[in-house]
């Protein structure tokens, strides 16, 4: 009885901390082709700066979401003029055209 009593403050303590690792390591996995693959890092570099210098977006106004071979997946939020209006899109890595995201 005294050994259990003793494991339920480390088990609660580990289900906190798998409760509130999930979702960083959700995001996590959703980025992680760009620190995996240095020629997509580049690509997705160039990709965001044409588009924030075609838009005249700041860099820090997006939010990437999710990366895969051939596109990203970002959120544009404008900070200052408007907090609650954001746009979503897919920005395409071998065009650099971007189209908005399907519900």
């Not at 106004?61 to 990366?67: G, N, P, R």
Request: proline share 6%.
């Amino acid at each position: 009885m005294k050994r259990r009593n003793h494991l339920l403050p480390a088990l609660l303590f580990l289900t906190l901390l798998l409760g509130l690792a999930m979702p960083f390591a959700r995001r996590a996995w959703a980025i992680a082709p760009l620190y995996l693959d240095a020629t997509l890092r580049h690509r997705t570099e160039l990709a965001l700066t044409q588009l924030t210098s075609r838009q005249g977006w700041l860099l820090s106004d997006l939010q990437i979401k999710e990366v895969a071979p051939s596109h990203v997946r970002l959120v544009y939020r404008e900070h200052r003029r408007n907090p609650r209006s954001s746009a979503c899109l897919i920005l395409s890595l071998s065009t650099f055209e971007t189209r908005p995201c399907e519900k």
